[in-house]
């Protein structure tokens, strides 16, 4: 993965096949790298933090609990906050990386729209509340 993460993804135990999605993941790869183009303190351990974060909300047992919720819509980068959390660092820096972050999520929002109305999944896009086009603008 780069930037000092590879030692301590020892504790993910992946094989191979995990280890080359990771490697290749995009979204991974920048929530990472994050810290380290914003040059915040502690880079290493945000950046090791965030990955684990940004992983467990794909994993089947803990997905659930990162997805959107009534609660967040009142702010657009409400449901990133746990991977929004940085020791200094270039604010100009931080707020662009942030916006890309929920410019992917409404992204996805509008991509799984129809997807989640069918299995009464929230979304914010499908409900109303928020309007995709006006947030990717």
Excluded at 24 to 43: S, T, V, Y
Excluded at 103 to 127: H, W
């Amino acid at each position: 993965m780069g930037n000092g993460l590879q030692p301590g993804l020892g504790i993910l135990n992946f094989g191979i096949a995990q280890t080359e999605w990771l490697q290749g993941c995009h979204m991974a790869r920048f929530i990472a790298a994050i810290p380290f183009l914003a040059k915040c303190g502690k880079a290493t351990e945000t950046s090791f933090a965030h990955l684990l974060v940004y992983l467990a909300s794909l994993d089947g047992s803990a997905k659930q609990l990162f997805f959107h919720k009534p609660e967040d819509d009142a702010e657009l980068h409400a449901r990133l906050s746990p991977i929004l959390n940085f020791h200094g660092g270039n604010e100009a820096t931080l707020l662009c990386c942030r916006d890309l972050l929920a410019l992917c999520m409404v992204s996805n929002y509008r991509k799984d729209a129809e997807a989640d109305q069918i299995v009464d999944k929230y979304n914010p896009l499908t409900k109303g509340t928020w309007d995709a086009d006006s947030l990717q603008e």
